[in-house]
């Protein structure tokens, strides 16, 4: 169910939440969190939604989309659309488009919105601000989460993490690479248990998942790590063995190769974003080994 209202206010918003819930009982279930999400651009809002939406099964939310209108407009505006039901997942979702003097105040118009008692997340699906924390809506919310992948220059956008990092930030780049980092931990701790003394990163040049993937290897070895444009590939070097991690880019299967040892297929499909985003939702404390793959990615040789 979609309900739109136009040229409205937050309280006239509220209220009509408040009716929906008493006259068709939705939204019966418990709430975990708010979750605000801030697009740049319309081309990812439906998507952003969805992949809310489907997070939200795991972590029932009320989900609030702030939207830029007209920014121009001489008159502040606010347009706003309710989804309940079958359009939002296992809670609501309120789609707020400001015009005018509004656009630029958009945490003003969440607060009325925001669940009391319940943490608040934030989470810009393209762009973000350089310092998430300091950001008017990320000051709202204990866990803010960005994604460099949707960035005009992903790899830029994901270096740019570091310097604006605050406890409780992530990126939607590091939870796609963490059955990458399961499958090669595990590896590792196979005989012959020797130090890696080498590794090699290699993808598409748009991919930061790969980026942060290759300083979370050099914030663990001692050796160089190299990240090169090519086929999928993760290569780790020991003294007696080679390790490799292979996956078309387009495929769901996986090979991983060692010196004198039969390969082996592993299920390994592209995470899609709801499945990130419900995996980043699961803890809402700072991350510190995310923290030190951004530190790692300085280390990283880049051919």
Request: hydrophobic residues 45%; charged residues 25%.
């Amino acid at each position: 169910m979609i309900v739109e209202l136009p040229d409205t206010t937050t309280t006239a918003v509220n209220k009509k939440l408040d009716e929906m819930r008493e006259m068709a009982g939705v939204v019966t279930m418990g709430r975990v969190l708010t979750l605000i999400i801030a697009p740049d651009s319309d081309a990812v809002v439906e998507d952003s939604i969805q992949a809310a939406n489907d997070a939200s099964h795991e972590h029932p939310s009320r989900i609030i989309v702030t939207k830029r209108g007209n920014a121009y407009a001489d008159e502040p505006r606010l347009d706003a659309q309710i989804r309940v039901g079958g359009d939002a997942g296992a809670g609501e979702v309120v789609v707020l488009s400001l015009s005018g003097p509004l656009a630029g105040h958009a945490a003003s118009v969440v607060i009325p919105f925001l669940l009391p008692d319940i943490p608040v997340v934030a989470w810009w699906p393209d762009n973000a601000p350089a310092v998430p924390a300091q950001d008017p809506l990320g000051k709202l919310a204990i866990r803010r989460i960005t994604d460099a992948t949707n960035a005009v220059d992903p790899l830029a956008a994901i270096k740019s993490r570091l310097p604006g990092y605050t406890a409780g930030d992530t990126d939607l780049a590091w939870s796609r690479i963490t059955y990458w980092r399961a499958l090669l931990t595990s590896a590792i701790d196979l005989p012959p248990h020797e130090a890696i003394e080498s590794a090699r990163i290699s993808g598409l040049e748009t991919e930061p998942a790969l980026d942060i993937l290759a300083g979370w290897l050099a914030s663990r070895i001692d050796g160089p790590v190299h990240r090169e444009v090519g086929e999928l590939t993760v290569e780790l070097v020991r003294k007696s063995e080679t390790i490799v991690l292979s996956r078309p880019q387009d495929g769901t299967t996986a090979t991983l190769s060692r010196t004198a040892k039969p390969d082996a297929l592993v299920p390994l499909a592209r995470r899609v974003t709801g499945e990130c985003l419900a995996e980043d939702l699961r803890r809402l404390d700072a991350d510190e080994i995310y923290h030190a793959a951004l530190e790692g990615i300085k280390k990283v040789q880049y051919q």
